[in-house]
Each structure stands twice: as C-alpha cells, then as structure tokens.
T-cell receptor, first 111, second 114 residues
C-alpha cells in the first residue's frame, strides 16, 4: 500500500461496541491523519498528529479517539458515542509541504 | 491552507473529449497544489502536482495550471478515456503551516462515456 497499511479492510461493529482501526506507515512521515468518507461524499478530517505523543481534533472528532505512541502508528478507535459510524475510513501520512499518501482504507459497518 | 472551492461537482464527457476541473483557494501562503484521483471503493492517489514557482506542469494526458494572482489552479485531462472516470480532489498546501486544516476541495465526479 505504498508504505502505509490499514487493517482490517472490512470491520463490523455491534451497537455499543468500541472498535479500533489500525494504521502503520514506514515512510518516516511526521504527520498522520484520519479521514472519514461517506458514500458519494468528500473527505472529512477526524484527527491528525504532527508528532509522537501529540494529536489534534479535526472537524468531526466527536465519538472517536486516537493515540500516537510511535511515529509509525496512529490507531483510531470508534467509540460507542459515535452514533453513525458506518463509513469508509482513510488513514494518510505526509511530509511538510508535500502530498498525502493514503492507506487502502477500512470499511466499517454497524450490524 | 484554508478554504478551497472546487468546481464542477460533477462532469460528464464523451470519450476523447477534454475535461477541466478548477479549484480556487484563499490562502496567499499556499505554495503546493496536488491533485488526487479516487476510483470507486479505492484510496485517493496523487496524480499530479504543481508548486508555486511554475505556471504549468504536464504528464502525458494530464496537466495542471496555476494562476497565483487569481488564486486558482486547474486540472486538465485531454483525450479522456473511460478509465479516467473517478472522483478528483484538489488540495492546497502551505507547507508546515497547513497541517491539520481541511485543505481538500469537495471533489468532482468525472464520468467518461464510451
């Protein structure tokens, strides 16, 4: 996946359950991002991190949490507080002043 | 990066025609302008980019033009083919100052009819 790996590819969540989406990169990029994409829609920023042990809320952070304990890893947890989590989740990384490299995405469905 | 407006939201062309998508930005500090292509169900991938020190860049059938005075940049696809059908996103980027800002355009759904 061009140096950035997301897993799983498909994920099913039951009502009231927390789930964690994995994102790992070996591109040595400082910044990592999580975007949500709904069918036929654009990209909405959930959280981002510019450096290890630091992260910032994006436009739609409610119901999500992240951690950045290692430069290579930026997992996203979808909590039970997120009432409409069904979507396509994209992780990305980028160096300053350059373009994004995206992972292949995780498709999350509530069952 | 601040707001970036992308038009049109949908574009339908016949195979062999040209397609043009335009983005307008507001941040004078922006100096890097990539375009991404997202095929159905897949991740966005960077297809071409331009920096502020040039006005045009070409790569085979695709090109990007930049007008810094007017603060807009455009993606041009010539001799379109059905496999060009996808969603295209622009981005504007001011380097280190743009981390975390929503710098993508809203996307253009391009459909190329055989």
């Amino acid at each position: 996946d061009g140096g950035i790996t997301q897993s799983p590819k498909y994920l099913f969540r039951k009502e009231g359950q927390n789930v964690t989406l994995s994102c790992e990169q070996n591109l040595n990029h400082d910044a990592m991002y999580w975007y949500r994409q709904d069918p036929g829609q654009g990209l909405r920023l959930i959280y981002y991190s510019q450096i290890v042990n630091d992260f910032q809320k994006g436009d739609i952070a409610e119901g999500y949490s992240v951690s950045r304990e290692k430069k290579e890893s930026f997992p996203l947890t979808v909590t039970s507080a997120q009432k409409n989590p069904t979507a396509f989740y994209l992780c990305a990384s980028k160096p300053a002043g350059d373009g994004y490299t995206f992972g292949s995405g995780t498709r999350l469905t509530v069952v | 990066g601040e707001n970036v407006e992308q038009h049109p939201s949908t574009l339908s062309v016949q195979e062999g025609d040209s397609a043009v998508i335009k983005c307008t930005y507001s941040d004078s500090a922006s100096n890097y302008f990539p375009w991404y292509k997202q095929e159905l169900g897949k991740r966005p991938q960077l297809i071409i980019d331009i920096r502020s020190n040039v006005g045009e860049k070409k790569d085979q059938r695709i090109a990007v033009t930049l007008n810094k005075t007017a603060k807009h940049f455009s993606l041009h696809i010539t001799e379109t083919q059905p496999e060009d059908s996808a969603v295209y996103f622009c981005e504007e980027n001011a380097g280190g100052t743009s981390y975390g800002k929503l710098t993508f355009g809203q996307g253009t759904i391009l459909t190329v009819h055989p």
